[in-house]
């Protein structure tokens, strides 16, 4: 198993105050991710990071911002929490390459309720 | 854009056999990708598909159709752990290995 942990794994806040899920990689992947998933929505992208300090935005971006000041280490933060983003959050990584499948292994998620 | 559909449920019976097909529509593919995610837990990959045709791996098969923009995943010997969700994905263009997920089929296998 890739080496990715996420810290909380469950946490509950109240609608308003600011949130941070941490994502840490033992791999040494340059590529970061964060999903969110949702019944009916499957899984989708929040931001990405191509490298340290290299971060872009993906699909459902709003209300997030991410940060990557070190290769092992992608943070996401919730500004300001909203019950829509209730949900759970999955961190992945990748490692770009010549040839092969270069897939995503997943972390193990983050349970978030906002009250 | 892109646009994935896939089932939403399947049921089966502990030792058939099993399709679950996806079909896409996406600009700059580069790659289909199956996941399984049992409940609860983290998606993990199962199949990967560039080149039209089928690539098997032991009792999990994948086939890919680029002119068509369908896969499908098939499951054989089906065993009650293969109860799960199957996700499909595409990998598209622009860089950063980015992938677009299907919402997802949720198989149940019955005995």
């Known amino acids: ?18 949130v941070t899920l941490r994502c840490h990689q033992t791999e040494n992947h340059r590529y970061m991710y964060w999903y969110r998933q949702d019944p009916g929505h499957g899984l989708r992208l929040i931001h990405y990071s191509y490298g340290v300090k290299d971060t872009d935005k993906g699909e459902v971006s709003d209300g997030y911002s991410v940060s990557r000041s070190k290769t092992e280490d992608f943070l996401l933060t919730l500004e300001s929490a909203t019950s829509s983003q209730t949900s759970v959050y999955f ?14 292994f997943f972390g193990p998620g983050t349970r978030l309720t906002v009250l | 854009g ?47 598909n560039v080149l039209d045709g089928l690539e098997e791996k032991g009792r999990f098969s994948s086939f890919l159709s ?6 499908y995943l ?16 595409v990998r598209w263009g622009g860089g950063g ?9 949720q198989l149940k296998v019955e005995l």
Not at chain 1, 1 to 18: L, M, Y
Not at chain 2, 97 to 105: R, S
């Open chain 1, 1 to 18: 198993d890739a080496g990715i942990t996420q810290s909380p794994r469950h946490k509950v806040t109240e609608t308003g105050t600011p």
């Open chain 2, 2 to 48: 892109q646009n994935i559909d896939q089932p939403t449920e399947m049921t089966a019976t502990e030792g058939a056999i099993v399709q679950i097909n996806c079909t896409y529509q996406t600009s700059g593919f580069n790659g289909l990708f199956w996941y399984q995610q049992h409940a609860g837990e983290a998606p993990t990959f199962l199949s990967y």
């Open chain 2, 74 to 89: 098939l499951l054989k010997e089906l065993q009650m752990k293969d109860s799960a969700s199957y996700l499909c994905a």
């Open chain 2, 66 to 71: 680029r002119s068509k923009g369908y896969s």
């Open chain 2, 97 to 105: 290995n980015k992938l677009t997920f299907g919402t997802g089929t």
């Open chain 1, 91 to 104: 961190c992945a990584i990748s490692q770009p390459g010549l040839a092969g499948n270069n897939e995503q």
